[in-house]
């Protein structure tokens, strides 16, 4: 598929006075949308809007091109704008832009558009052929001087101007698309090559996945690495390498300078600090956490959801009259299936933190992490090493952070050792320092927990059973707090203790369970419902885990929220706190009870006024979705 076939004659428009970016990027869309690449214009310049946040699409030299990847794009586009005057698109050479790109392409589905989106990123590194563009007079013109230079460009592959004993270097672009500089900055680095006569292989990181891979033999045989690239990438296939770290700016600006280095360039060992990448000047502090995180929610959400489901599957098959405290195990097959599920989500914490930390300081990292998450698990104490007084998820990203950022100034620490001792840096030092400050932080942080739940505890037992609606208001809240945390343990286990003393002639520990489970049931149904109506909150990933949570959210597996708690916290907690807390409080104002201290809806047959109960879950869940449709921001698509 030829370039000029991508582009409908109607998606371009030469010799436009444009006032400012946001003109620019509304008569791009306008465009994309007049051709029928697009379902909803509104949402694709969201995700036009969220790319540009990161950095401007304009490369330089007068060339600008936004894009964006969305389920909003009903088929992979391209369209076009000449500006003789220029348009200021906030170029990082503060020169205006004449020539604008506005690619569309579509979530899922095929890539095959992505080839020919590279063939056109690659053209656009000949400045004399943009300025020819820029000049046509017509969109015949316009196209025939594309498909002129893609017929060049396809008699030149393949011809080489390397002299015999050139340098051989190996490269990898990437950027958080991987739709545009990822290809320019290839195609600045083969020209720069080409004119130096040296040999070069460059891998583009697309959002296709890797586009001309590199092989083990042409890394080995390569004298130097170059790579530039704007999210993180596999590292570990270049140690013992020279390597020189870049963005794709400075490849297509200066991909020269890229070259110089090469010589002077420090030797790249997988396990020590110089394996990351120096874009931290390029993102703020909040942005680099956030990142770290998502890589540890990311991996956490399938051990979350198959854990969960069977767990569910296992109430649905019990006999909660055979022991109700022992619900969800009573039969050999539900046993079975909550075992499973259980050691699922037995992963969950050491796996969110293990992959945080392995996000911040790579490999080092991960075995530091995923201990810590598992001490925040068990709760391990230096008093009781077993464990008593789990930290649950918290405690589990406090030990992701920890690890990741103790490793990453251990690393830094070990480049100062003798090169004699390299290779029992990873193997050894490593681990073993890296394994012991995890267990000494965990264990002092999980002793603090527990003196808050002993705290709590007498807090809630201090306001005995009187004032019942502002009891469920507390207690429901916390078990939306921190999902198996001191919060939300606390309250569970007040919730079991009153229901040991209840009976018929003083149900108030019956009210009191009840309170806690729709408490607990509130937040994952509410992430469920607030990922189908305001879909725009949550990532794509996210979209699709949500309906999941509905399963959990009936079943009392309040963790189901676990993942969308953490990847927004300051958002996603207090939302379904209050939702939770209006649910308690709506139990205990119509009297509703709870023989049983689990089970979600499978032990609606035991609770009194349970017509109620569904009506104090559903306004609590509700509240909650608009709560996160409120405070949540856009995210991208």
């Not at 739709?179 to 070069?200: P, Q, R, S, W, Y």
């Amino acid at each position: 598929m030829r370039i000029s076939e991508f582009i409908d004659p109607k998606g371009i428009k030469l010799q436009v006075a444009l006032a400012d970016q946001n003109e620019a990027i509304d008569k791009l869309i306008a465009l994309h949308d007049e051709v029928g690449n697009l379902k909803d214009a509104a949402a694709f310049k969201e995700a036009i809007l969220a790319r540009e946040a990161k950095g401007s699409t304009a490369i330089g030299n007068g060339i600008a091109v936004p894009h964006g990847k969305s389920s909003a794009v009903a088929k992979a586009g391209l369209v076009a704008i000449t500006c003789p005057e220029g348009v200021d698109y906030k170029a990082a050479d503060g020169n205006p832009s004449d020539l604008l790109f506005m690619i569309a392409a579509p979530e899922g589905g095929a890539d095959t558009h992505l080839e020919v989106l590279a063939k056109l990123m690659q053209l656009l590194m000949d400045a004399a052929f943009c300025k020819k563009l820029v000049a046509a007079k017509s969109v015949d013109e316009f196209l025939s001087l594309i498909d002129a230079k893609e017929a060049e460009k396809d008699a030149q592959s393949g011809a080489s101007a390397v002299k015999a004993g050139a340098k051989k270097i190996v490269a990898v672009t990437a950027c958080p698309t991987g739709i545009a500089h990822t290809f320019m900055a290839a195609e600045a680095l083969e020209l720069k090559a080409k004119e130096l006569g040296i040999a070069i292989r460059v891998e583009k990181d697309g959002s296709a996945g890797a586009k001309d891979a590199l092989t083990a033999r042409e890394i080995q045989e390569a004298d130097a690495v170059i790579v530039a690239a704007d999210k993180n990438i596999d590292m570990g296939q270049f140690d013992g390498k020279k390597v020189v770290l870049a963005s794709t700016k400075e490849a297509i600006h200066d991909a020269g300078k890229l070259f110089e280095k090469v010589d002077s360039a420090s030797v790249y060992h997988h396990s020590g600090a110089v394996t990351k990448r120096d874009d931290s000047a390029n993102e703020s502090v909040g942005r680099q956490l956030y990142k770290h995180l998502m890589n540890g929610v990311s991996h956490m959400l399938p051990f979350v959801i198959g854990g969960g489901i069977l767990i569910a599957i296992a109430f649905l098959l019990d006999d909660y009259s055979i022991d109700p405290s022992n619900f969800g195990s009573n039969t050999p097959v539900a046993a079975w299936f909550k075992t499973v599920g259980g050691a699922a989500f037995g992963f969950m914490l050491p796996v969110l933190a293990g992959f945080i930390a392995q996000s911040i300081a790579d490999r080092p990292g991960l075995a530091v992490g995923f201990v810590g998450g598992l001490l925040a698990s068990t709760g391990a104490t230096f008093a009781a090493p077993g464990g008593n007084i789990p930290s649950a998820f918290l405690g589990a990203l406090v030990a992701g952070f920890a690890a990741g950022y103790f490793m990453k100034w251990l690393e830094g620490v070990c480049d100062k050792l003798p090169q004699s001792l390299e290779g029992i840096k990873p193997v050894l030092i490593y681990p073993l320092v890296g394994i012991t400050v995890i267990g000494l932080v965990m264990c002092a942080i999980n002793p603090i927990v527990g003196a808050l739940n002993a705290w709590i505890s007498g807090v809630l037992n201090g306001m005995g059973t009187t004032s019942l609606v502002p009891l469920g208001i507390v207690l429901g809240a916390m078990m939306a707090t921190d999902m198996g945390g001191p919060l939300n343990k606390a309250a569970y286990v007040f919730g079991t203790a009153a229901l040991a003393e209840a009976s018929q002639d003083n149900p108030t520990g019956w009210m009191i369970m009840a309170a806690v489970m729709v408490g607990g049931m509130v937040p994952p149904i509410a992430i469920a419902l607030a990922t189908i109506v305001f879909p725009k909150k949550f990532t794509v990933a996210e979209r699709k885990a949500g309906p999941v949570n509905f399963i959990m959210g009936f079943c009392f597996i309040t963790e189901g929220a676990i993942p969308y708690a953490a990847a927004d916290p300051l958002h996603v907690i207090p939302s379904l706190m209050v939702g939770s807390g209006v649910a308690g409080a709506l139990s205990m104002a119509f009297k509703c009870t709870l023989m049983a201290p689990h089970g979600g809806i499978f032990v609606f047959p035991v609770v009194g006024h349970w017509a109620m109960y569904l009506v104090a879950l559903a306004v609590g869940s509700v509240v909650s979705c608009f709560l996160l449709g409120v405070l949540k921001k856009n995210q991208e698509a």
